[in-house]
Structure formats: structure tokens, C-alpha cells
């Protein structure tokens, strides 16, 4: 049973910073590329960042470069995200997402809310 757990998620302060976690199970999580994307209230989901199989290749969406990070632990099967600076426009839910070749999963979400 395929399985994205994501985790770490809560009520932080403007300027403070979070580190999420995805736990992947019931797949081969190191032939998969991973990303996080993100959906505020009101919104369309949209992508955040990826990191390749290996981890040796990142890319993030204009709004959070620089302030988030992406990274992988294949031996653990998990996929993080740092998140610092925070400000009120972080505010969604966030979702790892993982993909290779046809396949394409997706985790439940963790809610992050920042106060301004």
C-alpha cells in the first residue's frame, strides 16, 4: 500500500521557521522524483519545489527560493522541507508529491499557518 506522510506542520510567527516531512512507504521512494507543492485557502495548488532521485538536483518556485529548501533521505525514505522566513503568505496546506514515469502519488497534506 502506497503511503506519503507528511508531517511537521503548525501555527508559527511571522519570521520563524519549520522543517515538514514526508514519510514514503509501499514503493521504491529512490527511483522517484519528489516535490512539495501547496494550496492557501481560496487557491489553486501550486508547486513549491522538487528534487531529483538522487538528490543531486533542486528547483523551487519563484516565491520561496531562497527561503526553502528541499531534501532527501533515500535510506529513511524521506523527503523534507526546510522552511524559514516565514510569512503570512506561507500560510497553506502542503503536500508531498511524488512521481515516476506514470506513477504519481500523493500524500494527505499538513497545515501551516503562519501569524503575522
Known amino acids: 500500500q502506497v503511503q506519503l506522510v507528511e508531517s511537521g506542520g503548525g501555527l508559527v510567527q511571522a519570521g520563524d521557521s519549520l522543517r515538514l516531512s514526508c514519510a514514503a512507504s509501499g514503493f521504491t521512494f529512490s527511483n522517484y522524483a519528489m516535490s512539495w507543492y501547496r494550496q492557501a485557502p481560496g487557491k489553486e495548488r501550486e508547486w513549491v519545489a522538487i528534487i531529483t532521485t538522487s538528490g543531486g538536483s533542486t528547483n523551487y518556485a519563484d516565491s520561496v527560493k531562497g527561503r526553502f529548501t528541499i531534501s532527501r533521505d533515500n535510506a529513511k525514505n524521506t523527503v523534507y522541507l526546510q522552511m524559514n522566513s516565514l510569512s503570512s503568505e506561507d500560510t497553506a496546506v502542503y503536500y508531498c508529491?511524488?512521481?515516476?514515469?506514470?506513477?504519481?502519488?500523493w500524500g494527505q497534506g499538513t497545515q501551516v499557518t503562519v501569524s503575522s
Open positions: 508529491y511524488a512521481r515516476w514515469r506514470s506513477a504519481r502519488y
